[in-house]
């Protein structure tokens, strides 16, 4: 059973970084690609980024250049730096198995505002 915890949002200036981090449980988080997806005010789910399971990270056209995801096999955990943001990176932002985004956990709020 995937269990998902995202935690380091917050309330950040335009220009401004976080970084959220995501401590999987219940599964062999090795054997597989962790992705971050984030859903915006009134939207749905939207991808972000994915690191494979030997650590390439691919991005949204909007993320790249700006966020850099990561993963600690050893801690069971992925991450995503993100600088630089935007007002429109205002969202809750989830991680989860790649393609399995109905096994994401509860989310972290980012609220990107001056």
């Known amino acids: 059973e995937f269990h998902l915890v995202e935690s380091g949002g917050g309330s950040v200036q335009p220009g401004g970084s976080l970084r959220l981090s995501c401590l999987a449980s219940?599964?062999?988080?090795?054997?597989?690609?962790m992705s971050w997806v984030r859903q915006l005010p009134g939207e749905g789910l939207k991808w972000v980024a994915t690191?494979?399971?030997?650590?390439?990270?691919t991005y949204h056209a909007s993320a790249k250049g700006r966020f850099i995801i990561s993963r600690e096999d050893a801690n069971d955990s992925v991450h995503l730096q993100m600088n630089g943001l935007l007002a429109e990176d205002t969202a809750v932002y989830y991680c989860?198995?790649?393609?399995?985004?109905?096994?994401r956990g509860q989310g972290t709020q980012v609220t990107v505002s001056s």
């Open positions: 690191i494979t399971t030997a650590g390439e990270p």
């Open positions: 219940g599964f062999t988080f090795s054997m597989y690609a």
């Open positions: 989860a198995p790649a393609g399995m985004w109905s096994a």
